[in-house]
């Protein structure tokens, strides 16, 4: 045969060097993170104390009841400042000796505790409310941990001109803007009546006053919430994306938790388990167990159509015995058959039929159990 040989034209062997395949540079998407973030990837996460939280939902709770205890406690607090307020210019007079400023010192305690104390507490609780809420109970020290990268100028140039930046920007500007709006429309009408409050005495114009500040504050909350709720969900959202991960990120942690030798044996340990189970749910249905007697029990069964009796579960040593076990309860017989229950427990796995070769033994067991059974039927 011959072999004919052909060279390619200048133009040919030109084109030839140029030809590029488009598909080596075909983007597959495995650096897109396209893809939902994992439970893994969600608890590693979380253990480094990245989790979706807004500070804004914070502040508004806060800000609420901080002024709604401040209300109900309105009257307490101007009483004991007037009180102290008396007891200060009623001892103006009185000698200044170590005695006296401590009594003085304890007295401005006193009425710190009463007025404060109650405030600072409801807004504490309300605050760490808020975050169980959110986050749920978690406590890490892993963000708390010296990290050079925090000291990087490059980078703090980097997250003061980042996207969260540029968004925490917006929404202060926009919570002014929204909040000095609203002010202003309320607040235009009410401060043409303050000079009234002049001609009032103390007690009745702080009484106004509060109403004015207290009105104001919580149609501010009110406002507060919805900017709240807004962040949070945004929160939320920008935190799943933030995780998502690449394709290829997917297949290297799917890899690393296939091959961590934990969860294999776990996987492993909920296989036998299940495998158990589901084994002796089959004994009760045997016709006949089979035993040596002690370290092997196998558990036969036959009925018509069956080309050959068929071990439904077998066990070795606690296992033998949980078998037994669950065979007495049922009411299976129990055959000791040494010879027969050692062969069946290495020659057959569960669910397969016996060897021809173990025919006989089997059969002769089988009508030993029958007989048992039904002494009558099978006297002959």
């Not at 235009?188 to 004015?212: F, G, N, R």
Request: overall charge neutral.
């Amino acid at each position: 045969m011959r072999c004919t040989e052909i060279s390619p034209s200048p133009s040919e062997l030109y084109d030839s060097r140029f030809v590029f395949d488009l598909q080596l540079f075909a983007d597959d998407g495995s650096g897109e993170k396209t893809e939902e973030p994992t439970a893994k990837k969600k608890s590693d996460a979380r253990e480094k104390g990245q989790v979706a939280k807004s500070q804004e939902l914070n502040a508004a709770f806060v800000l609420f009841i901080g002024f709604w205890s401040m209300k109900i406690l309105g009257a307490i607090t101007y009483r004991e400042i007037a009180d102290y307020t008396a007891y200060i210019f009623g001892h103006l007079n009185t000698t200044v000796d170590t005695e006296t400023v401590m009594r003085l010192f304890l007295s401005i305690v006193m009425v710190l505790l009463k007025t404060s104390f109650p405030i600072m507490v409801a807004i504490m609780l309300i605050g760490l409310a808020i975050n169980l809420v959110q986050v749920g109970w978690h406590f890490t020290t892993e963000p708390l941990g010296f990290d050079l990268n925090k000291l990087n100028p490059i980078s703090g140039f980097g997250k003061i001109f980042s996207k969260r930046s540029l968004v925490e920007l917006i929404k202060s500007l926009f919570k002014i803007l929204i909040i000095g709006l609203f002010l202003y429309e309320n607040l235009k009408d009410e401060i043409l009546q303050m000079p009234k409050l002049l001609y009032l005495d103390l007690a009745a114009s702080m009484t106004q006053i509060a109403d004015i500040i207290f009105m104001m504050a919580f149609k501010i909350c009110a406002i507060f919430f919805a900017l709240a709720i807004l962040d949070y969900m945004y929160q939320k959202w920008d935190h799943n994306e933030n995780l998502k991960m690449t394709k290829q990120e997917v297949k290297e942690e799917f890899k690393q938790m296939e091959g961590d030798p934990q969860i294999k044996g776990k996987i492993k340990q909920k296989q036998r388990e299940m495998a158990m189970s589901r084994m002796m749910r089959e004994v009760p249905q045997a016709d006949v167990i089979v035993t040596n007697p002690t370290h092997f029990a196998v558990a036969l069964r036959y009925a018509d159509g069956m080309r050959a009796p068929m071990v439904v579960a077998k066990g070795q040593d606690l296992v033998a015995l949980k078998i037994k076990d669950v065979a007495r309860e049922a009411g299976v017989v129990i055959v000791e058959n040494k010879p027969l229950a050692r062969a069946l427990f290495a020659s057959v796995e569960i669910g397969d039929t016996v060897p021809p070769e173990l025919y006989k033994a089997v059969a002769e067991v089988l009508a030993y159990v029958y007989h048992l059974k039904h002494p009558y039927r099978y006297a002959g």
